[in-house]
């Protein structure tokens, strides 16, 4: 059972385009959503965080979008770029110790 | 500064096989983690550990162990390896046991059981 969903599983945007990932979530103990990235190869790393006493939050090109009521969180890559081709991870986490829940992940191609 | 180390890259075992993943990390982190990720399913929490001499059950221990050898090493060990247990195996860490703390991840082990 996965108490964080995420789609799309995949996404093909063209340089200079919007990518959107949306996430949902059923508990709502959940108080932190981090997104996390992952290029081929490799391990995820932290890209983004938010906390929902915000709506938004917003780091250069990358932007959390929170919407508490309707327990959804998302992710939009502004200008996207070739070299922002990977797998996209949105999580959740309470206050109960550092357990984080993850979404299924989106793989992101962006083409030039 | 490495981050967090881990051996082998990969690795494939026949059914009934045992073998232990290692992971190390420099980091002077208190907690440690291991994940599988498997296509479509994320990253789940096999098992971690908050502190050194603790370690707790995540979301899918079934045919796992764990060992905090020390402050800086966290090992998974597969007594007898199934093929459900193919995956690629990420071991974490981060400051403190807390949610708001980011976890660094490790390059990964891809681990076929044939």
């Known amino acids: 059972q996965q108490q964080v969903k995420q789609s799309p599983q995949s996404l093909i945007v063209q340089k200079g385009g919007i990518s959107i990932i949306n996430c949902a979530y059923e508990?709502?103990?959940?108080?932190?959503f981090p997104w996390y990235q992952q290029f081929p190869g490799k391990g995820p790393a932290l890209l983004i965080a938010?906390?929902?006493?915000?709506s938004e939050k917003k780091e250069g090109r990358f932007t959390i979008s929170f919407n508490k009521s309707a327990k959804q969180f998302s992710l939009h890559i502004m200008d996207s770029q070739p070299g922002d081709s990977a797998t996209y991870f949105c999580?959740?986490?309470?206050?109960?110790?550092?357990?984080?829940?993850f979404g299924g992940g989106t793989r992101v191609l962006v083409k030039p | 500064n490495a981050g967090v180390t881990q051996t082998p890259k990969f690795q494939v075992l026949k059914t009934g096989q045992s073998m232990t993943l290692q992971c190390a990390q420099d980091?002077?982190?208190?907690?440690m983690y291991w994940y599988r990720q498997d296509p479509g399913m994320g990253l789940r929490l096999i098992y971690y550990?908050?502190?050194?001499?603790?370690?707790d059950k995540g979301e899918v221990p079934n045919g796992y162990n764990v060992s905090r050898l020390n402050k800086r090493e966290f090992s998974l060990r597969l007594e007898s390896a199934a093929p459900s247990q193919t995956s690629v195996y990420f071991c974490?860490?981060?400051?403190?046991?807390?949610?708001?703390?980011?976890?660094?991840f490790g390059p990964g082990t891809r681990l076929t059981v044939l």
């Open positions: 980091m002077n982190h208190n907690s």
């Open positions: 508990n709502t103990a959940f108080d932190y």
């Open positions: 999580a959740a986490g309470k206050a109960a110790g550092n357990k984080l829940t």
């Open positions: 974490a860490s981060s400051e403190e046991i807390l949610r708001t703390d980011t976890q660094y």
């Open positions: 550990s908050a502190s050194e001499g603790t370690t």
């Open positions: 938010i906390r929902p006493d915000v």
